[in-house]
């Protein structure tokens, strides 16, 4: 099949001001106030806020947000991820309740759940997550759910914990390259990913995964990539822009241009993807809802 691929440019160079495809307004809206009083009043957290999402006004002011469990401290030192890391607090059983109590109040059509990592315990939390998955159920019916879950460091039979829970999407994020991962996934290992996103397969979810560019990945990196998450039968990608949340987190490398995003698509559905979001502001859980 003959595909007419968009022109590659250079990238922006990540010093000086963000290119204007990367602006966005600040948060805000009757809607968003709304939600976020909302989530603090059930002592809720999001990964919406927790690793400042560039649409969260967008998402909060059509309703729909990212739910963060298992608290809101994680294990792990990503270099790029703005959610705090430290010794986390223990578990709290009520969790479940007052996610699927949200669901409910929100009335909507699809929830997407994530957590933190969680590597101090045996079960990597995800008894909490099989807890969360059911309460949603319970609770509202009709709405569908997607669990953008942790690797468990391997351990497949947490994986299946949740997996039997039912969620309608499965997704777990590739985030970067293979030669990249010490440096932006130290505690994390890409066969882990691969393995992970296979077995939930297996088990018949639907699955899904994302990447981040402008770490410092080339062209051929992505797409390799790309053709690994093909042969672990991968239906849903995401590839997005990384930004840089803190001076203390990883440098943007380059500022990737639209046009390269577009090649990504158009690629990846040639390969069989069978949806891939791809541009600067795309993130995990952007237009989550039209995934399922």
Not at 212 to 226: A, P, Q, S
């Amino acid at each position: 099949m003959n595909i007419e691929l968009p022109v590659l440019t250079h990238a922006e160079p990540a010093s000086g001001r963000r290119p204007g495809w990367l602006k966005v307004r600040a948060p805000g809206g009757d809607e968003y106030t709304r939600i976020k009083a909302m989530m603090r009043s059930k002592a809720l957290h999001t990964v919406c806020e927790e690793a400042r999402c560039p649409n969260i006004s967008e998402c909060w002011s059509a309703g729909t947000a990212t739910f963060m469990i298992n608290g809101d401290t994680c294990t792990r030192s990503c270099g790029f991820c703005a959610v705090k890391t430290g010794k986390p607090l223990p578990l709290d059983w009520d969790e479940p309740r007052r996610v699927a109590d949200a669901v409910q109040s929100m009335r909507l059509k699809h929830a997407v759940i994530t957590s933190v990592n969680r590597d101090e315990l045996k079960d990597g939390g995800s008894e909490i997550w099989a807890e969360t998955i059911r309460a949603v159920r319970q609770a509202s019916p009709d709405t569908t759910v997607e669990v953008l879950i942790p690797d468990f460091k391997g351990n497949l039979e947490n994986l299946r914990r949740v997996c039997d829970a039912k969620p309608d999407i499965l997704n777990h994020n590739t985030e970067t390259v293979p030669r990249l991962y010490k440096r932006v996934r130290p505690q994390g290992r890409y066969h882990w990913t691969l393995d992970t996103l296979r077995e939930a397969k297996a088990l018949g979810m639907r699955t899904k995964t994302g990447i981040m560019l402008g770490l410092g990945e080339t062209v051929d990196e992505v797409m390799d990539v790309l053709k690994d998450l093909r042969s672990v039968d991968v239906d849903v990608v995401t590839l997005g822009q990384y930004l840089q949340p803190t001076k203390n987190h990883l440098p943007v490398d380059r500022f990737v241009h639209p046009n390269e995003f577009k090649r990504y698509e158009v690629e990846g559905l040639a390969m069989g993807f069978a949806v891939v979001e791809s541009g600067p502001l795309v993130r995990s859980s952007y237009h989550a809802e039209r995934h399922v």
